[in-house]
């Protein structure tokens, strides 16, 4: 065995060795090994499958599978970095710790075995238009394939690992409840005062500002950390996959509180969390009433609905396909799909069409709704930024809808 083969499998391990720690024998607090099935054995498999295949390739095909797996295993260390940072290292951030620089002796293995086995035995005129071209199929494929996976592994697998400031201003309860599959969730209650409560979702750091609106409006107010967030157990999911269970298990947290009635319940959502309301009132006739602001493509199918290029497209295919394997579950339906399944009950849309959000596309999701439905776009606005945009309406138009829906 060559000193390269040598070096590559020493490298692969490491990385295999974090994905077992992540995965098996130190899974999130409130899961279990059983649940990561797919997100550990389908990468061990592969990684098991490079290390093999490594010394059967030529030089250049060396090369460039050292550098595919190279940026995928920095990826894979992230966590550890983001985590330790936070709360200090724990857990399997020491194993993680090991994958960033398996992942940098990966790239430099690739490096050095593109130089070391380039051609240099043809013409001129040949030579460089052929490395231009292999130049451009790298780029593609970094930016098409490598790129998206790494996000994918990094979104479903960090979260904000601390409690923000509380600056609700009110006073309010510590609490908790479990969802339909057993995570503990955390968060914070202000009691209702006119006999109807929201939830503001998601997290407890930026749905603390409509949550203090809503407060001074007599509402009850509920806002918790996600799974895999803060002091919540499970799995993060940046995108939000599974987290209508979170918003189903708040539901029914409020409907045993004293002082909320049962049917006056609803939901608004900023960003991701504006995804998730309509998917979880879509699911459930428990909520009455939902604010949605921010939504945008979560899944394959909603990508597609914003005319997307083939570039695009392959991004978005291998983005959702990652994340299906990291997060061990099936992508989210389609959200013009949910949108239609919510009427009666009210919805309304916000969102900021000139924000490269892709919230243009609440077009389609307002289309797709049956009334009572509005729309309410703030082309100056930012990312979920229509509270900050234009306050005082703000407050008019959804502090109106909810008293409309629910008192």
């Known amino acids: 065995m060559d000193s390269t083969t040598k070096l590559f499998r020493l490298a692969i391990g490491a990385i295999a060795l974090h994905i077992a720690d992540d995965n098996f024998f130190q899974p999130e607090a409130g899961t279990s090994a059983g649940d990561h099935l797919v997100s550990g054995l389908v990468p061990l498999a592969l990684l098991a499958l490079a290390a093999w295949g490594f010394p059967r390739l030529r030089g250049t095909q060396r090369g460039f599978l050292a550098l595919l797996l190279g940026p995928l295993g920095i990826a894979t260390g992230i966590e550890a970095v983001h985590y330790a940072n936070q709360v200090g290292p724990s857990g399997d951030d ?15 293995i690739g490096a050095v075995t593109l130089w ?15 490395r231009a071209l292999l130049g451009v199929a790298a780029l593609l494929v970094a930016s098409t394939i490598l790129l998206p996976t790494a996000v994918s592994y990094v979104t479903t697998h960090t979260a904000r690992a601390v409690v923000p400031e509380n600056t609700l201003g009110v006073a309010y309860e510590n609490v908790s409840f479990r969802t339909s599959d057993g995570l503990e969730l955390k968060g ?19 749905s603390q500002k409509p949550a203090r609106m809503l ?43 004293a002082d909320v009635d049962p049917e006056r319940i609803g ?39 914003n005319d997307a290029d083939l570039l695009t497209t392959a991004a978005t295919a ?83 809808f909810f008293d409309d829906a629910l008192l």
């Open 94 to 108: 020491f194993t993680g710790f090991l994958a960033i620089p398996a992942g940098l002796l990966l790239i430099g």
């Open 116 to 130: 070391r086995t380039r051609r240099t035995d043809d013409r001129r005129i040949w030579r460089y238009p052929r």
């Open 188 to 206: 914070w209650y202000v009691p209702s005062r006119n006999g109807a409560a929201v939830i503001s979702f998601p997290g407890r750091a930026g």
């Open 215 to 257: 407060a001074r409006h007599g509402y009850g107010v509920l806002l918790f950390d996600r799974r895999g967030e803060g002091e919540s157990e499970g799995e993060p999911n940046a995108f939000g996959w599974g987290g209508d269970e979170d918003i189903k298990a708040a539901i029914e947290f409020l409907q045993g509180r």
């Open 267 to 305: 939901g608004i959502g900023l960003s991701v969390g504006g995804e998730l309301m309509l998917e979880a009132a879509a699911e459930t006739d428990d909520l009455k009433a939902v604010v949605s602001e921010g939504a945008g493509a979560r899944a394959f199918s909603d990508e597609m609905d």
């Open 318 to 400: 291998a983005k959702v396909g990652s994340m299906a394997v990291f997060a061990n579950q099936a992508p989210p339906p389609n959200i013009n799909d949910l949108t239609g399944r919510i009427a009666p009950r009210p919805v309304m849309l916000i969102a900021a069409p000139n924000s490269n959000h892709g919230e243009e596309l609440n077009r389609t999701y307002y289309a797709a709704a049956r009334e009572p439905k509005t729309l309410w776009e703030i082309p100056e606005s930012g990312h979920v930024g229509g509270m900050e945009a234009r306050p005082v309406e703000y407050e008019r138009r959804v502090v109106r």
